[in-house]
């Protein structure tokens, strides 16, 4: 088996391609070692000790390494770990699926979308799937909608996109005007 490495535009994060599926639909994020327990692979790179974030996609695993933490050094320790999973086939969650798993809120704001909004969040919701997710994936990362309020689309921003030097422009530059564009109501667009 051959796992590729793509870097991403966060320094912090590499993406790795296992040349198969990770997740059968949507991603799932771990952001510290106890939310890692759900998942034997993610626990497995926490342990490492120099890993901050783990982002399962369709078809990656991107892996955040602590500040100071050398790419150099790490990069071998993680494609170990995830050659070992991916050849034995081993389950990405406990219990086998991720069917069995609640996955509970996270702590961000989120916001109760207006009733009367509900044809502008279908149109927001619909560009941030097709548009705006796939080419985030690219990079590693995932974008989740988190809300609509007086013009302004709350997003949380997730993987090698979370904390990204750039993540700020790709929000505004990028999404800002995407959204604007196709969605006149849209007036701006902030992180959760």
């Not at 997730?158 to 530059?173: E, F, H, I, Y």
């Amino acid at each position: 088996m051959f796992i590729e490495t793509e870097t991403t535009p966060n320094p912090a994060t590499l993406k790795f391609l296992p040349g198969e599926q990770v997740m059968a639909t949507g991603t799932r994020e771990f952001t510290s070692p106890e939310a890692a327990e759900a998942s034997p692979l993610a626990q497995a790179l926490f342990d490492l000790g120099d890993v901050t974030g783990v982002l399962f996609g369709r078809d990656f695993v991107a892996v955040t390494a602590a500040p100071g933490v050398e790419w150099a050094s790490l990069k071998p320790q993680v494609l170990s770990i995830l050659l070992d999973h991916f050849v034995s086939q081993a389950p990405l969650f406990t219990g086998g699926t991720a069917a069995g798993i609640a996955v509970p809120a996270e702590a961000d704001e989120r916001f109760d979308d207006d009733p009367a909004d509900a044809d502008v969040i279908e149109q927001i919701k619909d560009l941030i799937e097709t548009r705006v997710r796939p080419a985030v994936a690219n990079d590693g990362g995932d974008i989740i909608y988190r809300g609509f309020r007086e013009g302004v689309v709350y997003l949380q921003m997730q993987g090698a996109c979370s904390g990204c030097p750039s993540s700020t422009a790709t929000l505004k530059n990028g999404i800002e005007s995407l959204l604007k564009h196709y969605v006149p109501e849209v007036s701006e667009v902030r992180a959760a």
